[in-house]
């Protein structure tokens, strides 16, 4: 089921099924903003992640000597959600723990993801809570696909990223399986923040930076105008295209989690970024988006 938000300046879309923002349409132009989940390229358009953000070694985790199978960015954006509330610049999205949960992921959880416009923001939250009696242990994180170029005209490689830094990134990037190689490579940024948008960027899969280097990225227009502009808190992001493709977006994505490294031994209670709360407990963190 498609939710529509809207205001003077944008008008947005989820779908109920993952609580997935589908649409971000500005409203004076009729520009298109979000992928719009052609499986040509890809057949998302902002999944979200949870309970897993990423690959896991063996794409299996372990609780108290426990192998569970589980595939990438666990299960949560292939599940339909339930509608608790909607107005018209505001919903807000619901997932509870079940049986079938709990066979593949064995704790009790209640996820909410709340969209709010104001003006031209999109405020996306993200809710988790904790009902039953042990911890529970898991990641989340966002994986929206922004339209790159944003007309027509020009392609990707004529356009900027902006980050609120001033010196080049680190960034990490995936081995054949998904899971963390080196982490060691260095992305050009200038004085200024920005980073053009090289066609082989994206060659090697997702690019992850890590340690709060930046909470703030823009994509930018050939000219250096930023047009949408993602802020968060995370401990990391994520950068991603097709690798190969071509394909007309990039996706910004807010994490807090990430895959294995290559080498993970542990369980899952040892995972790198991983968010524990403890009976009754809550986490709620946010990110938005701004169409500039």
Not at 145 to 160: L, N, R
Not at 225 to 253: H, N, R
Request: proline share 5%.
């Amino acid at each position: 089921m498609d939710i529509k938000l809207e205001n003077d300046l944008l008008e947005v879309t989820i779908n109920s099924f993952g609580a997935e923002l589908s649409s971000i349409t500005g409203k004076e132009t009729g520009t298109q903003y979000l992928w719009d989940a052609d499986e040509k390229f890809w057949k998302r358009s902002a999944p979200v992640l949870f309970p897993f953000v990423g690959s896991l070694k063996d794409k299996k985790y372990t609780v108290d000597g426990k192998d569970y199978p589980m595939g990438q960015h666990g299960f949560a954006r292939d599940m339909e959600f339930s509608v608790v509330s909607e107005t018209k610049d505001e919903a807000w999205f619901e997932l509870r723990s079940n049986d079938d949960t709990l066979a593949k992921f064995p704790f009790e959880f209640v996820l909410k993801i709340g969209y709010r416009l104001d003006g031209k923001d999109i405020n996306v939250t993200w809710h988790v809570e904790n009902p039953g009696d042990k911890e529970l242990l898991f990641s989340i994180g966002g994986h929206p696909a922004f339209m790159c170029p944003v007309t027509e005209e020009g392609k990707q490689s004529d356009y900027y990223l902006k980050f609120d830094a001033d010196k080049a990134l680190t960034y990490g990037l995936l081995s054949s399986d998904g899971l963390l190689d080196r982490d060691d490579y260095l992305l050009g940024v200038d004085i200024n923040g920005y980073c053009p948008i090289d066609e082989h960027m994206f060659d090697k899969d997702a690019l992850i930076i890590e340690h709060f280097q930046a909470s703030k990225v823009s994509l930018c227009t050939p000219d250096k105008k930023p047009y949408l502009t993602v802020k968060f808190d995370a401990p990391l992001f994520g950068l991603w295209s097709p690798a190969g493709k071509g394909a007309p977006f990039v996706c910004i994505e807010p994490w807090y989690g990430r895959c294995d490294r290559a080498d993970f031994s542990g369980e899952l209670k040892d995972r790198e970024y991983g968010n524990v709360l403890a009976a009754g407990e809550i986490f709620e963190k946010s990110y938005d988006i701004t169409i500039e």
